[in-house]
């Protein structure tokens, strides 16, 4: 496996059509106080910043010259120059008017705008960043694959959850651990042809590094979804999806970034299931099949009726 696939930042670096403004909202989070003023500068107006002089970036985001320089290179750009000709490209979004945190303050319809806005723009940004090839070689591992196991926690562990929902309808070996210790165990039996896909917005969860450490001494194979950006389960994965997606002040653990995730799941799952058409025919019928004792008939008589105010059953 190439470098080019298992880093997918170092792609992006390259110039993998990931626009400037992308890089600086997924990798917001993790800028030095310094990197995060001329970040907030650059957001406040990309289109000003386009025309400033490194001078007048350094003064709008309160700091040096060498700061500005910096940042530029940290988010992957050989000089300033090069940083501003790919903010320039960048254009402005639409919707961008209405992007930002949420603020105490807020009134209803602002809060219903912003988070929409987010939810759209994780997707967006995700899609931009994304490696297709990364994709198309996640897709190839699972198809192939011995057993697979989707892991997070947290937030993360409904996005390995949901993950594994999805591909039970394509693949019969898919599995999805809850409890820590026992993650543990089904890793520390793992070989090769197994493959496990780890879920961590940050990248940072000890427990699922050690998890792909411990996959990779047993000879598995291991797929990280993280936020864009190096973090120590990306370095210690195989194989990175990357989502591009900001948790602010009022959404932290917010639905922005889990959307994100889910959207590489559904990509990978309908790559797989497009290799696996009969498969996925066949276990398709069958769950419906077994399911279809579980669910009302419409109109079914003899169902508990609803108060008025749709709260519950009348006279509960």
Not at 106 to 121: P, Y
Request: hydrophobic share 45%.
């Amino acid at each position: 496996m190439s470098k080019a696939i298992e880093k997918a930042d170092e792609v992006a670096a390259a110039g993998n059509g990931v626009g400037a403004i992308v890089r600086i909202q997924s990798m917001f989070d993790g800028f030095t106080p310094a990197e995060r003023r001329v970040a907030e500068a650059v957001l406040a107006d990309p289109e000003a910043l386009v025309l400033a002089s490194i001078s007048e970036v350094a003064e709008r985001s309160s700091g040096s010259e060498a700061a500005v320089s910096r940042f530029a290179r940290k988010i992957g750009y050989k000089s300033f120059a090069e940083f501003k000709l790919a903010l320039s490209r960048d254009g402005v979004s639409p919707r961008q008017t209405i992007y930002g945190d949420v603020e105490l303050g807020d009134d209803a319809e602002t809060v219903i705008a912003k988070v929409a806005a987010e939810n759209i723009r994780a997707i967006d940004d995700t899609v931009r960043v994304v490696d297709q090839a990364a994709l198309a070689e996640a897709a190839r591992r699972i198809s192939a694959a011995n057993r697979v196991a989707f892991f997070g926690f947290g937030g993360s562990a409904i996005t390995a959850q949901d993950a594994m929902d999805r591909f039970i309808h394509v693949l019969g070996n898919v599995f999805h651990v809850v409890d820590a210790h026992e993650q543990t165990v089904w890793t520390a039996l793992a070989g090769p042809g197994d493959v496990l896909l780890l879920c961590s917005h940050t990248g940072a969860s000890r427990d699922l590094v050690d998890l792909a450490e411990l996959a990779v001494e047993r000879g598995a194979f291991v797929i990280a979804i993280t936020n864009h950006g190096t973090s120590a389960l990306s370095e210690a994965a195989h194989l990175n999806l990357y989502t591009s997606s900001r948790e602010g002040r009022f959404r932290e653990e917010s639905l922005s970034s889990r959307i994100a995730a889910l959207t590489l799941i559904d990509i990978v799952y309908v790559l797989v299931a497009l290799q696996r058409p009969e498969e996925m025919s066949e276990r398709g019928e069958k769950i419906r099949a077994a399911v279809q004792d579980k669910r009302l008939p419409a109109g079914r008589a003899g169902a508990p009726a609803r108060s008025p105010s749709g709260a519950g059953p009348a006279g509960a």
